[in-house]
């Protein structure tokens, strides 16, 4: 009975975490929504992905209880990963948005101009992107759904009803995976022009209807969905070697001389061998010998195609011929780089140095100041400001263990957090940057090398916050934070 009082206690506790958590993130979200510059909108973003992390953790920890035989009622719990699953799918959208900076090549082309077509192939390349996203999610909680029954079942053994929905769940998870691998295929050949875009919109609302209606016991599923674009009839676009490459319309060939690589366009000829490029590399190279600027080179498809097959000194037929002209600026070095003036040396040099101290937006915000989140009015013989000496290390010294604790959990990135870092490792706690746990010496190690100690430790638990104890654990040396706190 003490037992299930403990859990109970230890669920209440995680789904108080979870409300004041969603609400934190609720909070952040709107101020990111509200920033008026680059460095604000940064910043929050930060801040979201570090709740976001607490609320999947406390996710994690959910899961575990759901599938848990010792708990009956399992519909709160159920309610609170679903509340946690909502906001990371709200946080996607805000990586999505802020990966498109301001200054980035993507974040430039959409202040440009964009074609209609052009336009029309990206909004599609979203749709098919938010889709995959949506069949993954639900692939997830259909997976979490099954874990919970099995778990059932195995404990009250002859349970059709729940038998039954376990197999539909994997009948489910299976036509999702499905959809999922075509329209991730669909998703490549967009991207490479290799499917118009009308032809996705046609099944556009064949698929939404699927994930919209999946689940009704009278939904009919449209088993030629896919039929009209042909995806199993995709060519395998490989040119490994000369022989495959007349089957293009046109093809390239690459050759390196020194540092610098010159790209010749040779048209098709009809499968005619192909000649060695020894002699059109070794034109280049004379031709950047001469002193001054380095010539044009001027290839033809007379010097490329030649009759391999045909006898030394036979005349071969006239063929048109079709220059290929390399500019100047791809350059041939066969004796290397020319060297760079002393000015433009410095120059360079300076850059260098200037690159190893890149400016962080942070270092143009101000220090942030502690605001109330609910402020209340204190009597007046009670403390009006922050008591003297409040802020230095002495005063942190004196705070109980628990409250240290609670202060580096709970004010992430304050000088408060710092200040407990500081004080708990002046009372021997040391932090494991693997478990994000304080760990203590319990005793003496019985193991001690030069990569990692292995004994009794005690350690911090903030998730069930408590003290707890653990026999023959081995700490290893380069998860151990060891930064010296001045």
Not at 61 to 74: F, G, L, M, R, Y
Not at 360 to 378: A, F, G, W
Request: proline share 6%; net charge negative.
């Amino acid at each position: 009975m003490a037992d299930k009082r403990k859990l109970q206690g230890e669920i209440d506790r995680c789904l108080k975490k979870v409300a004041e958590g969603v609400e934190q993130f609720e909070d952040i979200w709107q101020k990111l929504h509200n920033a008026a510059n680059a460095n604000q909108k940064e910043k929050y973003e930060a801040d979201l992905k570090k709740e976001i992390k607490k609320l999947q953790r406390l996710r994690d920890q959910i899961k575990t209880w759901v599938a848990s035989n010792e708990i009956k009622d399992k519909r709160q719990l159920v309610e609170n990963r679903k509340l946690i699953e909502t906001q990371m799918e709200r946080f996607k959208v805000v990586e999505r948005e802020t990966k498109t900076k301001a200054y980035s090549k993507e974040g430039l082309g959409l202040a440009q101009k964009v074609d209609p077509a052009q336009r029309e192939k990206e909004e599609t390349g979203q749709w098919l992107t938010n889709t995959i996203d949506t069949l993954n999610m639900q692939v997830d909680q259909f997976e979490s759904e099954v874990e919970s029954l099995s778990v059932q079942t195995r404990k009250k053994k002859g349970d059709k009803e729940k038998q039954d929905r376990i197999d539909e769940l994997k009948r489910l998870i299976e036509r999702h995976r499905f959809h999922i691998r075509m329209l991730e295929t669909i998703l490549r050949m967009l991207d490479n022009d290799s499917v118009p875009v009308d032809a996705i919109q046609k099944i556009k609302d064949d698929v939404e209807y699927y994930i919209d209606s999946s689940q009704d016991p009278d939904f009919e599923e449209n088993e030629f969905l896919y039929d009209d674009l042909d995806l199993e009839d995709i060519p395998a676009l490989v040119a490994t070697s000369p022989s495959h490459l007349s089957q293009n319309r046109s093809y390239r060939y690459f050759f390196q001389l020194s540092k610098h690589v010159i790209l010749i366009l040779f048209p098709p000829q009809p499968p005619k061998g192909l000649s060695s490029l020894k002699a059109i590399a070794q034109r280049a190279a004379l031709g950047s010998s001469h002193d001054g600027e380095i010539p044009n080179l001027h290839v033809t498809d007379r010097d490329i195609f030649s009759g391999s097959s045909a006898a030394p000194g036979t005349p071969t037929a006239p063929q048109p011929s079709s220059e290929v002209s390399i500019p100047p600026s791809l350059g041939v070095c066969p004796l290397g780089p020319t060297p760079l003036p002393k000015d433009q040396l410095y120059q360079q040099a300076m850059q260098e140095a200037a690159w190893t101290h890149m400016p962080h937006p942070s270092d143009s915000e101000r220090i942030r100041q502690y605001l109330m989140r609910n402020p209340c009015p204190t009597l007046p013989y009670q403390h009006q400001v922050p008591p003297h000496h409040s802020d230095t290390i002495e005063f942190y010294q004196r705070l109980s263990t628990e409250t240290l604790f609670f202060i580096f959990y709970y004010l992430e990135g304050t000088k408060a957090q710092y200040l407990s870092a500081k004080a708990l490792k002046k009372q021997s706690w040391r932090f494991h940057t693997k478990y994000m746990m304080w760990f203590q010496r319990h005793e003496e190690p019985k193991t001690i090398t030069d990569e990692f100690e292995q004994g009794t430790y005690i350690y911090f638990d903030y998730e069930k916050w408590g003290q707890r104890k653990k026999e023959g654990f081995t700490f290893e040396y380069r998860y151990l934070e060891d930064r010296d706190l001045q």
